[in-house]
């Protein structure tokens, strides 16, 4: 299994970025796949998951009505859209996969990741 993220980059207060992670070495339809982040000093934080299967999604409070997660089977790529950023979003994002149709937001649950994509929201 193979996941690699991409997207991050600077962005300003208040603005949106996409993020993409792309898996390979596995048929997305039967996994569970999350989005997490991690600030300097700072334990891996849980953001997002969505099962594959049938599209269910979930979402830590912290990012409720900002960020967006979906997915595209076909291409085995699941996207997470963060919108209205601040600074508390900044830190590494990655993806992780868990076999089965059921989300978490516990980072110990998952068991392949990508090497993360660097969000930074500066002015």
């Known amino acids: 299994v193979q996941l690699v993220e991409s997207g991050g980059g600077l962005v300003q207060p208040g603005g949106s970025l996409r993020l993409s992670c792309v898996a390979s070495?596995?048929?997305?339809?039967?996994?569970?796949i999350g989005w997490f982040r991690q600030a300097p000093g700072k334990e891996r934080e849980g953001v997002s998951c969505i099962i594959a299967s049938d599209g269910s999604t979930y979402y830590a409070d912290s990012v409720k009505g900002r960020f967006t997660i979906s997915r595209d089977n076909a291409k085995n790529t699941v996207y997470l859209q963060l919108n209205s950023v601040g600074p508390e979003d900044t830190g590494v994002y990655y993806c992780?996969?868990?076999?089965?149709?059921?989300?978490?937001?516990?980072?110990?649950?998952?068991?392949?990741w990508g090497r993360g994509s660097q969000v930074t929201v500066s002015a």
């Open positions: 070495g596995l048929t997305l339809d039967y996994f569970s």
């Open positions: 992780g996969t868990r076999v089965g149709s059921k989300c978490s937001l516990d980072y110990v649950r998952f068991d392949d």
